[in-house]
């Protein structure tokens, strides 16, 4: 395959992880729930409602190249944020002096930080408190990546052979024609795999914001010297 039909079919993936894959994974979401409650189908009704919509539209991709772009997709749109949204409270649960946020996205952020909930949780210097951020963007990443992710998604395990000999826990199950609350514990669990990593990967990112200005600051003051 050319770089070209590579490029394409990286946009592809893109596309249908952003408009397609988005409102499939919230409706499938919803749909597990009468799914677990009256052993019914809709999930996998929700599942060939959008994958038909993905073929009519020429966005379905069978490379590995779409398929990871198509994966990592929700956790760009839900993941992200939720690192970006606990950074704004972080800095302001710790006092830091940053300008009032002029957007409804940061000026949350900076409530929350400032809230006695917000200190508790993102506030303090030290390795507890260290923790507590990395478990709050953690548990936020999951859950968001969670609830937009189709349970049809792979996670970056499945994408990489090396990777699902290391963290094999994280490989998703395929369908395998089971039907009611069996089907809806299968795609449950796929979702939770892919929040859970998405999660993994939240937390990382957080730490990385946390530790980056340290570490600046301390290349900085040896640098001085």
Do not use: C, H
């Not at 996998?44 to 020429?58: A, G, I, P």
């Not at 946020?101 to 900076?110: I, P």
């Amino acid at each position: 395959m050319s770089a070209l039909e590579n490029v394409n079919e990286i946009a592809k993936g893109i596309i249908s992880g952003t408009t397609i894959g988005l409102l499939q994974g919230l409706g499938e979401t919803g749909a597990l729930l009468t799914d677990f409650a009256f052993d019914t189908n809709n999930a996998r009704d929700v599942t060939n409602f959008f994958e038909d919509l993905k073929y009519k539209l020429n966005l379905d991709s069978n490379t590995p190249a779409g398929e990871i772009a198509e994966t990592i997709t929700p956790f760009l749109l839900a993941g992200i944020p939720v690192v970006g949204w606990a950074s704004i409270a972080s800095k302001a649960a710790q006092g830091a002096k940053v300008a009032q946020a002029g957007t409804f996205f940061g000026k949350t952020a900076q409530n929350f930080g400032r809230s006695n909930a917000g200190k508790v949780l993102l506030g303090g210097d030290g390795l507890l408190n260290n923790i507590k951020r990395t478990g709050f963007v953690t548990g936020g990443t999951a859950f968001a990546d969670f609830m937009v992710a189709p349970s049809t998604n792979q996670t970056l395990v499945d994408s990489f052979d090396a990777l699902g000999d290391i963290a094999p826990i994280f490989q998703t199950q395929g369908d395998d024609g089971l039907v009611g609350r069996q089907d809806a514990l299968r795609r449950f669990q796929n979702k939770l795999k892919i929040g859970v990593e998405g999660g993994v990967l939240g937390g990382a990112i957080g730490v990385g914001l946390d530790v980056a200005p340290t570490t600046v600051g301390l290349l900085g003051t040896g640098i001085g010297q």
